[in-house]
């Protein structure tokens, strides 16, 4: 009877969570994420289905990381031309695209399969405190680094 009762509609309905990023250390708020982002949080939970919520970040330029890593972190990409590596520091990602540096963290905290895009999808990242459109979205809201089903005021 309870597996009837777990696979309704109620269950599989995505919910928008509103994540503050403001002083909070870069992975564990990635960590957060990603579980949110995967359907880990919900008792029906299946890594081969697609149930994960949508979470909105906000204050992304003031996200913390600890120890010496803001020195030592190095985003590389290739170009797929010989000699093409790009390296940027994390000081110069911050500065330039700090939305950029916590989907790259929560993309790393993800499956590596097909659903890790469409996951990502449901990632939105502000770098200031408006979310525009999506404040009117929001059900669920993070206080400290854990869930609260507190409705928005």
């Known amino acids: 009877m309870s597996q ?3 696979n309704t509609a109620l269950a599989y309905a995505r919910v928008w969570h509103h994540a503050n990023a403001q002083d909070r250390v870069l992975g564990k708020l990635a960590e957060r994420i990603a579980i949110v982002l995967m359907g ?10 697609d149930c994960g919520d949508y979470v909105v970040v906000t204050n992304a330029r003031q996200v913390k990381v600890t120890g010496r890593k803001a020195d030592q972190i190095v985003y590389r990409k290739h170009t797929l031309y010989p000699g093409g ?4 520091k994390y000081k110069d990602m911050m500065n330039e695209k700090p939305d950029q540096i916590i989907r790259k963290a929560v993309s790393g905290m993800l499956p590596k399969n097909k659903l890790r895009e469409r996951r990502l ?3 939105r ?29």
């Open 40 to 49: 880990k949080h919900k008792p029906i939970y299946d890594p081969s289905v």
């Open 85 to 88: 590596l790009k390296e940027t």
């Open 4 to 6: 009837a009762i777990g």
């Open 121 to 123: 999808e449901r990632l």
């Open 125 to 153: 990242i502000f770098e200031g405190s408006d979310m525009g459109v999506f404040q009117r979205n929001i059900l669920k809201r993070w206080e400290d680094g854990t869930l609260n089903n507190s409705t928005p005021s």
